[in-house]
Each structure stands twice: as structure tokens, then as C-alpha cells.
């Protein structure tokens, strides 16, 4: 079982900005799909970015387009999503995962992730 372990949540002001990492196993950087989803109280998870390890474009969902980017350090193992201008509403639990799958054929279908991170909470107050 590969590991996925997200860090950097916390609370912030509207139009704040935080910064949330996203360890995972060398095993899982090998032309695979790390992605950032998040769920909010009530609401289903959804996926806020993708990005492949290998070669190919980050994807974002259009409520966090010019706000959100996703990026990689393969060195390092890690995986961030760099959030600002952040919005009441990008109020959730954040969780990285990774697939076997390439980006563009697991995009937005939960079930094709088979490592999930236990999340990290991100609130934004006005």
C-alpha cells in the first residue's frame, strides 16, 4: 500500500492565500496522476486539479482557475497546490490522491484514484 500524507492546512481571511503539500511514495511518481480533491460539509468530493507525473498539462476545475496552481518537485516526492485569492466557498477538507490512470481517463472519477491522503482542512473566513 503506497502512502499519501497531506500538510499545510489551516485558517485563513477571504483573499488569503495557503500553500498545501503532498507527500507520497516514490512508487507513485512513476507516469501517474496526482490529483487535489476537496469536500465541503454536505457536499460531494470533487476534484480541484490533476497534474502527471510524467509528461502532459495541469488540469483545474473552473472554480479555481487563475486562483489555484498545482505543481511537482519530483525529488522530492511532493506534490502542492498553491491557493490565493481564496473564497469562502474553497471552505473544505483537501485530499491528495494518486492513480495508475492517466490524467486525461481518471479526471473527476473518484474511483480511479486508488491512494488517498486523511486530508487537511481548509477554512476561509470573511
Not at 77 to 82: C, D, E, P, S, T
Not at 104 to 126: E, K, M, N, Y
Request: aromatic share 10%; glycine share 10%; charged share 15%.
Amino acid at each position: 500500500q503506497a502512502n499519501v500524507a497531506e500538510s499545510g492546512g489551516g485558517s485563513v481571511q477571504v483573499g488569503g492565500s495557503l500553500r498545501l503539500s503532498c507527500a507520497a511514495d516514490r512508487s507513485l511518481y512513476l507516469d501517474n496522476c496526482i490529483a487535489w480533491f476537496r469536500q465541503a460539509p454536505g457536499k460531494e468530493r470533487e476534484m480541484v486539479a490533476t497534474i502527471p507525473t510524467g509528461a502532459g498539462s495541469a488540469y483545474y476545475t473552473d472554480s479555481v482557475k487563475g486562483r489555484f496552481v498545482i505543481s511537482q518537485d519530483l525529488a522530492k516526492n511532493m506534490v502542492y497546490l498553491q491557493m490565493t485569492s481564496l473564497k469562502p466557498e474553497d471552505t473544505a477538507m483537501y485530499y491528495c490522491a494518486a492513480t495508475s490512470e492517466a490524467c486525461a481517463r481518471a479526471r473527476g472519477t473518484l474511483h480511479l484514484f486508488q491512494f488517498w491522503g486523511q486530508g487537511t482542512q481548509v477554512t476561509v473566513s470573511s
